[in-house]
């Protein structure tokens, strides 16, 4: 004879409470889950946005005068420099660590100058950084060219002189490479003496900018510097390269 007058098994109702209890701390331990998840999922996020992130983008906009030379940022990060209705477009992909690109400018960097300020030519600088590991740690072609930017940011009416002053100077392979004072000195003696120049390239300010733009570069299959197009087309021939004002009769060509 059962002792329970009401027929409830006590057995059944500590099963259940058991039961109830269980799903409440599978319900719980499921939503701490999901919440832990979202916090890594967020995590990474924010941690490949901020490795993505390219930081400060120049902008390079002044004018010397209307119909004058103008400058730019083109798509693909390089420095643009021309006057407007030019036919021939001329781009540099260099490394102001290279010493092959320290002769291409000796060749040619008048003969581009030259005919960008007669209006035939714009030219597209890319000046990347290949070369850090050759000046000693210092990480000069990286600085170069956040240097390059800063420049054409203030005025890059002044780039050219200035990329052939920064040539003249280059430091030896393997070196230090020049400290921020001595570039600053350079790009003071270029006619740059805006003080927000110095503290760009003090701060090392488009870094993340330039190693982006020397990552795309090589994407495109680019693996040597200097690396020169016309309308397109890469100049291969040492003739055209190396020679003193080599480049002016395929420039001409390219703008008629």
């Known amino acids: 004879m059962s002792k329970n007058p009401r027929g409830k098994n ?8 058991d039961r109830t209890r269980t799903i409440a701390i599978q319900v719980g331990v499921g939503a701490v889950l999901v919440a832990l998840i979202a916090a890594i999922g967020i995590s990474i996020a924010v941690k490949n946005n901020k490795k993505n992130d390219p930081g400060p983008t120049p902008t390079v906009t002044a004018q010397a005068a209307p119909g004058g030379v103008e400058g730019s940022i083109t798509d693909n990060g390089a ?16 490394d102001l660590q290279c010493p092959a690109c320290q ?15 007669a209006g035939t030519a714009v030219v597209e600088y890319n000046i990347v950084a290949f070369l850090d590991k050759m000046s000693g740690g210092t990480r000069y072609s990286s600085r170069a060219a956040n240097a390059a930017y800063a420049v054409a940011d203030s005025d890059p009416t002044k780039f050219m002189p200035w990329l052939s002053s920064m040539f003249q100077a280059q430091p030896p392979e393997n070196g230090t490479g020049l400290t921020d004072d001595q570039i600053i000195q350079i790009t003071q003696a270029a006619g740059i003496t805006d003080p927000s120049v110095a503290e760009t390239i003090k701060s090392d300010k488009y870094d993340k900018y330039v190693q982006k733009v020397t990552k795309d570069v090589a994407a495109e299959g680019i693996q040597s510097t200097p690396s020169v197009f016309v309308n397109g087309k890469q100049i291969k021939s040492s003739q ?9 009769p395929t420039i001409e060509a390219a703008a008629k």
């Open 240 to 248: 055209e390269l190396m020679q003193p004002d080599g480049l002016r």
């Open 79 to 94: 420095i643009r420099i021309g006057k407007p209705g030019a036919k021939a477009t001329v781009r540099v992909i260099a």
């Open 10 to 17: 006590p057995l059944a109702g500590v099963q259940r409470a």
């Open 103 to 117: 002769m291409f400018e000796q060749a040619n960097g008048k003969t581009i100058e030259d005919e960008v300020n």
